[in-house]
């Protein structure tokens, strides 16, 4: 059976880190695009990092650029994001999802993916 599975979300205060896993079974993670969308409450689910396949292909919204870190594990077949200095605006359902081998990390996570989505992981940022 080939899916993502996202987990590590949690709640935190503002500041905090937490980090997300996406791991994959069925097929190997290292052939495709990544990338992490978040789904805020009452919003439609938006790109936030995503990772290609050439080293160094990373994109990362404005909103997560200096504070998110997406990284592979291509031994442990999952992807990460590591995230930092978290605002009450990242609240979300992230979620992760693959795109072709044949478009990059922007591609991705600006012109979203497609396919079913896992169940997502929730992060909370809140005092």
């Known amino acids: 059976q080939v899916q993502l599975v996202e987990s590590g979300g949690g709640s935190v205060q503002p500041g905090g880190s937490l980090r997300l896993s996406c791991a994959a079974s069925?097929?190997?993670?290292?052939?495709?695009?990544i990338g992490w969308f978040r789904q805020a409450p009452g919003k439609g689910r938006q790109g936030v990092s995503c990772i290609g396949r050439r080293d160094g292909d990373a994109y990362y919204a404005d909103s997560a650029r200096g504070r998110f870190t997406i990284s592979r594990d291509n031994a442990k077949n999952t992807v990460y994001l590591q995230m930092n200095s978290l605002k009450p605006e990242d609240t979300g359902v992230y979620y992760c999802a693959p795109g072709p081998p044949t478009i990059d990390a922007e591609r991705l996570c600006v012109g979203g993916a497609e396919g079913s989505w896992g169940q997502g992981t929730q992060v909370i940022v809140s005092s």
């Open positions: 069925g097929f190997t993670l290292d052939r495709f695009v």
